[in-house]
């Protein structure tokens, strides 16, 4: 990327006060180009508002951060002079090391109050390759976007499991590296397994049957039960469905 290539923020919300405090006002994101996407009324699935922001910004070179609402930086963003825009970024990601997922990114996660705060994710120095992203953050730029137009979100997805299937995506079709990126962060959200994560789950599976990898809540893609056979995540309500069946 070019000195002084334009980052921006992309944050869908239905949380005003979280947008407000964790982007608006946030004294680490002062004079940061930040694009709040309203999705109160709508109510559309994440992956349409990230197309749309993207088609929006497409014609010039940018770097387009795409965010939850829940994510707090707690320091500056990272230097992005010196990346490859051939690549697929983001804050926290899972690789298959042997046959069990490490989880790269040290950050905070919490509950949306805060609460129940604890640290996960192995601290990074600089850019750390990994198979999948985590939906909280992804980073691309405008360049690769343009030069593969079928690189995009899935729209057959809403809110869960978009970043996994746009690695992959990104990996199988396109011959990408996916990298997590050090930066200073706390997520406000445990995360919990719903009925649309299974779906999810299922979808991934039908697109990529002959795929196996790593996410940081299961692992996915139609191959993912050889994995499973393996490793069990660490996940109490994965392993509370499992119990009940």
């Given at each position: 990327?070019?000195e ?9 919300f ?8 964790f ?13 709040p996407?309203?999705?109160?009324e709508r109510?559309a ?5 990230y197309?749309e922001f993207?088609?929006a910004?497409?014609?010039r070179?940018a770097?387009?951060?795409?965010l939850?609402?829940?994510?707090e930086f707690l ?9 490859r825009?051939e ?5 926290f990601?899972?690789?298959?090391e042997?046959r ?14 805060g ?7 192995i ?12 939906c909280?953050?992804i980073?691309?730029h ?13 729209e057959?997805?809403?809110f869960d ?8 995506n990104a ?8 990298m ?9 959200s ?13 979808h991934?599976?039908e ?8 996410g940081t809540?299961?692992?996915l ?7 499973e ?8 309500a994965?392993?509370a469905e499992?119990?009940?069946?």
């Amino acid at each position: 990327m070019s000195e002084g290539t334009p980052v921006r923020l992309a944050v869908p919300f239905i949380n005003e006060e979280m947008l407000e405090r964790f982007f608006i006002g946030n004294p680490h994101l002062q004079g940061v180009d930040i694009t709040p996407l309203d999705n109160r009324e709508r109510g559309a699935g994440l992956p349409v508002l990230y197309n749309e922001f993207i088609a929006a910004n497409l014609e010039r070179d940018a770097w387009l951060f795409f965010l939850h609402e829940d994510f707090e930086f707690l320091g500056p963003l990272a230097e992005l002079s010196a990346l490859r825009t051939e690549a697929v970024y983001g804050t926290f990601g899972a690789r298959l090391e042997g046959r069990k997922p490490r989880m790269y990114g040290r950050h905070t996660c919490s509950n949306k109050d805060g609460s129940n705060a604890r640290k996960t994710g192995i601290e990074i120095a600089g850019p750390t390759w990994v198979d999948t992203l985590d939906c909280q953050s992804i980073l691309l730029h405008t360049a690769m976007l343009r030069a593969r137009p079928t690189l995009r979100f899935d729209e057959g997805l809403s809110f869960d499991l978009y970043a996994e299937e746009f690695c992959l995506n990104a990996q199988e079709n396109h011959g990408l590296p996916v990298m997590v990126l050090p930066a200073r962060f706390q997520h406000y959200s445990y995360g919990r397994i719903t009925e649309r994560y299974r779906e999810g789950l299922a979808h991934l599976a039908e697109r990529y049957p002959d795929s196996a990898m790593p996410g940081t809540c299961t692992f996915l893609g139609g191959r993912a039960a050889e994995l499973e056979a393996g490793f069990t995540y660490d996940n109490k309500a994965l392993q509370a469905e499992a119990a009940g069946r």
